[in-house]
C-alpha cells in the first residue's frame, strides 16, 4: 500500500482532486482537518486536554467543544495556541499512522491519502511514502475563494500570508499536481500518476 500525503494553498482544489480519486481509485482518503475535529468530541483523545487547558467555558449547551468559543479563547494569544495546537497535533497523527497501519494489515487498498493543509509543517513526510503538492496559480486561488466561501481580498491575504510559500510545498513534495486551469487537464495528470502505480503492482 503506497501512503500518499496530499497538500497545497488554499483555494488549490484538493478537495475536488480527492473528490475524483476516491470514485475512481480503490484507496482511502483521511482528512486531517475532519479528524482533528473528531477527535474533540466527547469520550475522544482531545476532548478532556482541551478542558483542562481552556476551561470549561468552550462547552456547549450538550457537552460539546465549541470551536467558536475556543476560537475566542485563544485569540490573540500565541503561546495558548501553541499549546493547542501541541496537544491536538501528535494526536491526530498517532491517530493517522494507526488507521494506515490498520489499512495495511486489512490489504484492501493500494492507495492510502492524507490530506492536511499543515502536511509539510507537521512531519507528515515521515509517514507518507511521497508527498504530492496541489498547485494552483494565486490569481486562480483568490477567484476561487471569493466565488466558493465568499471571502474578500483582505481575508484571502490574511489566509495566504499564514501559509508556506510555493517554493517550500516545492521543495517537500514529490509530485506536483498543476490545478490552475480545467478539472480535466488535472485529471489526466493524476490519472497518468496513478495508472503507473496499478500496472507497477
Known amino acids: ?3 500518499i500525503g ?7 482544489g484538493k478537495t475536488e482532486i480527492l473528490s475524483y480519486i476516491r470514485e475512481n481509485y480503490p484507496c482511502e482518503i483521511l482528512l486531517a482537518d475532519g479528524l482533528a475535529k473528531e477527535l474533540q468530541e466527547p469520550g475522544k483523545a482531545c476532548y478532556e486536554p482541551l478542558i483542562e487547558l481552556l476551561g470549561k467555558s468552550i462547552l456547549g449547551p ?13 485569540f490573540g494569544d500565541s503561546e495558548l495556541l501553541e499549546r493547542v495546537n501541541g496537544l491536538i497535533h501528535p494526536r491526530v497523527t498517532a491517530e493517522i499512522v ?7 494489515e486489512n490489504g484492501k487498498i493500494s492507495l492510502f491519502f492524507v490530506e492536511a493543509a499543515l502536511l509539510i509543517e507537521n ?43 510555493e517554493s517550500e510545498f516545492r521543495k517537500n513534495c514529490q509530485v506536483v499536481i498543476d490545478n490552475s486551469g480545467a478539472l480535466s ?6 490519472d497518468q500518476i496513478l495508472e503507473a502505480y496499478q500496472w507497477q503492482r
Open 98 to 104: 494507526r488507521q494506515i497501519e490498520a489499512a495495511k
Open 6 to 12: 496530499v497538500t497545497g494553498g488554499v483555494g488549490s
Open 62 to 74: 450538550e457537552g460539546e467543544i465549541l470551536k467558536t468559543a475556543v476560537a475566542e479563547r485563544i
Open 123 to 165: 512531519g507528515f513526510d515521515k509517514i507518507c511514502d511521497e508527498m504530492w503538492y496541489i498547485y494552483a496559480d494565486e490569481k486562480v486561488r483568490r477567484e476561487r475563494l471569493a466565488v466558493s466561501r465568499g471571502y474578500n481580498g483582505e481575508k484571502i491575504t490574511a489566509i495566504m500570508e499564514k501559509q508556506l510559500p
Open 185 to 190: 487537464e488535472s485529471i489526466r495528470q493524476i
Open 1 to 3: 500500500m503506497r501512503v
